[in-house]
C-alpha cells in the first residue's frame, strides 16, 4: 500500500484512500497475456521443442512474479519475511528439481 | 484487545494488521507457504523424472491431454485469484457486504475448477489412464489431484470464513483469516501456473 505512515489519530478520522482495482486488472489481463503466449507457442508448435520449453517456463516464471507481487502484495512494505520464506522453499524446491531431472536417470 | 472497541465501519485500515496477533497469523501462513512450495516442488520433482516412464501400450501424455480443457482451467482459476483480491480490497475499504460476494464468486470459480478436473481425470481413466496404470500415471495423479485438493480445502475454508464473518462480523478477529485465506488462494493459483506450463503444455511439446 502506498500511503501506511498514518499517525494514530489520522487513523480513525479520515477516509482512507483505498488501492483501486485498476492495477489488479492489470495483473490479470498480463497472467491472461501471459498464459496466451504459452498456450500458442505449444499449438504453434513448429520451432525446436527446447525453445518452446525456455518460452514456457518464462511465461511461467514472469506470471509468478505479477501475481505473488501484485495479488499477495509480496512487493510491498513490510514482507521480508515472506520473501525469506519463499525464497526458502524455492531454493529447496528447485535443487530437488535439478535432482530429479539430472540426476535420477544419469 | 482494545481494538475489539471499534465499532464496525469503523475498523482500522488494514484490519488483518490490527493485532498482534493477526500480524502473526499472516507472519505464520508465509512460513507455511514456504514450506508449501516444498512440497510441491518434490511433487514436481517426481513427476519430472517419472514424466516419460509410459510403459507399453499406455497412453502417453501427448495422446491424453486436451489442451482446450486446461485452458478453461486455467481461465477459471485465473479469473477466481482476480475475484479473491477483490475481495481483499473490499475487506481493506470495510465493506462487509461486497467482501462475501467476492468471496462466494471465488468459491463458486472453485467448484467449477473442481468440476471441470473431476470430468477430467475421469476421462482419463476411461481412456485406460489410471492411477497404477504407469510412474507416468501415478506421478500425474499424485501432483495434479494435490493441487485440486488444495482447491478442495481452499473452498471448504473460505466457505466457513463467508459462514463465520456472517455470524462475527467483519472484525479484527474475522479480518486476519480473510487476508489469509486470499493468499492462499493466490499461492493454489500460482501452483497451477506451473502444472499447465510443467504437466500439460510441456507434456504437448515433449
Known amino acids: ?106 | 484487545m482494545s481494538a475489539h472497541s471499534h465499532v464496525e465501519g469503523q475498523l482500522p485500515h488494514e484490519p488483518e494488521k490490527a493485532t498482534l496477533e493477526g500480524r502473526n497469523k499472516i507472519l505464520g501462513f508465509w512460513l507455511f507457504l514456504g514450506a508449501e512450495v516444498v512440497l510441491f516442488g518434490t511433487l514436481f520433482s517426481a513427476f519430472l523424472a517419472l514424466r516419460d516412464k509410459v510403459g507399453d501400450g499406455n497412453p502417453t501424455a501427448d495422446e491424453l491431454f486436451n489442451l482446450s480443457t486446461v485452458a478453461i482451467a486455467t481461465f477459471i482459476l485465473l479469473t477466481s485469484s482476480l475475484t479473491s483480491v477483490f475481495a481483499t480490497q473490499a475487506l481493506h475499504a470495510g465493506k462487509k457486504n461486497a467482501m462475501i460476494g467476492w468471496l462466494i464468486v471465488t468459491v463458486l470459480f472453485g467448484l467449477a475448477f473442481l468440476g471441470l478436473e473431476i470430468y477430467e481425470f475421469a476421462e482419463y481413466v476411461h481412456e485406460g489412464h489410471g492411477f497404477t496404470t504407469s510412474a507416468f500415471s501415478s506421478s500425474f495423479y499424485t501432483l495434479v489431484g494435490f493441487h485440486g485438493a488444495h482447491v478442495a480445502f481452499g473452498v471448504l475454508w473460505i466457505g466457513l470464513i463467508i459462514g463465520q464473518v456472517l455470524k462475527k462480523g467483519l472484525t479484527v478477529v474475522t479480518a486476519p483469516k480473510v487476508y489469509v485465506s486470499g493468499l492462499y488462494w493466490h499461492f493454489i493459483d500460482v501452483v497451477w501456473v506451473f502444472i499447465f506450463t510443467v504437466v500439460y503444455l510441456m507434456g504437448k511439446v515433449g
Open chain 1, 1 to 106: 500500500m502506498a500511503a501506511v505512515n498514518h499517525s494514530a489519530t489520522e487513523e480513525t478520522k479520515k477516509r482512507h484512500k483505498h488501492e483501486g482495482p485498476q492495477k489488479h486488472i492489470v495483473a490479470y489481463i498480463m497472467s491472461l497475456v501471459l498464459t496466451l503466449i504459452a498456450f500458442a507457442a505449444v499449438i504453434a508448435g513448429e520451432v525446436n521443442t527446447s525453445f518452446i520449453i525456455f518460452i514456457l517456463l518464462m511465461m511461467a516464471g514472469l506470471q509468478v512474479f505479477v501475481q505473488m507481487g501484485f495479488w499477495m502484495h509480496m512487493k510491498d512494505k513490510g514482507h521480508g519475511f515472506a520473501t525469506i520464506s519463499i525464497l526458502g522453499g524455492i531454493v529447496i524446491a528447485f535443487t530437488m528439481i535439478i535432482m530429479a531431472e539430472y540426476w535420477v536417470w544419469w
